[in-house]
């Protein structure tokens, strides 16, 4: 099942015997559950660009596109993603703004609060043998966001990688490994003539 645009309704129900794409927006007022019976995937789109110039020079850019997004607005909502081998989420949107409701992930395999990369790459031709290449590139993370109650549980691993998971009470994340959350990294480097690199922290963008 691959779902695009938006969908919207007081209870929402996704339910594929093998797997479950989600681009765009989906609304669910007082009830949103998804259930795949292999995978459940909600990638965000990416957007690149390129330029190039007879001497060799050229740009490359890639930039975030739609996001997937997951909405429950009603106070005791339910949000329920659940899926019997992976769930993956890249830089994608989850809030659930109702008062005392309750959230799942449930994976039988892996979950991953994943991210998407953008940036860019730029090479300066000079010279015939003299050229700089210079990248920027920044991870930009998946928010979950939830006014009440979230339990975050899968049998093997669970990552939430340079992502934002925020509830009204405590987090409760289970995986078999006891993995912690990884970082957001922001990396830039250069190679050629005169080559740097450097690498450091940046906080991800607030969910609104």
Do not use: W
Not at 124 to 140: A, F, K, T
């Amino acid at each position: 099942m691959d779902n695009q645009g938006m969908m919207a309704a007081a209870v929402t129900q996704l339910t594929a015997q093998r797997s479950i794409v989600q681009r765009g927006l989906v609304v669910g007022e007082q009830a949103l559950l998804l259930q795949a019976g292999r995978d459940s995937h909600l990638p965000s789109t990416l957007n690149t660009s390129e330029s190039q110039q007879a001497s060799g020079s050229y740009c490359t850019h890639t930039t975030l596109g739609e996001r997937a997004r997951l909405l429950v607005t009603q106070p005791e909502g339910v949000m329920s993603l659940q899926a019997k081998r992976d769930i993956d989420l890249s830089a994608a949107q989850v809030l659930h703004t109702g008062e005392q409701g309750h959230t799942l992930f449930s994976a039988g395999r892996n979950l991953t609060v994943g991210a998407a990369t953008v940036g860019y790459q730029q090479r300066i031709q000079q010279q015939p043998n003299d050229y700089l290449i210079h990248s920027r590139y920044q991870e930009i993370g998946s928010q979950i966001k939830v006014a009440g109650t979230i339990h975050c549980q899968a049998n093997n691993d669970f990552q939430a990688i340079a992502s934002e998971i925020s509830s009204g009470i405590p987090v409760n994340q289970n995986d078999t490994n006891g993995n912690p959350l990884t970082a957001l990294e922001n990396s830039q480097e250069t190679d050629g003539a005169l080559c740097t690199a450097t690498r450091k922290q940046q906080k991800i963008p607030t969910l609104t």
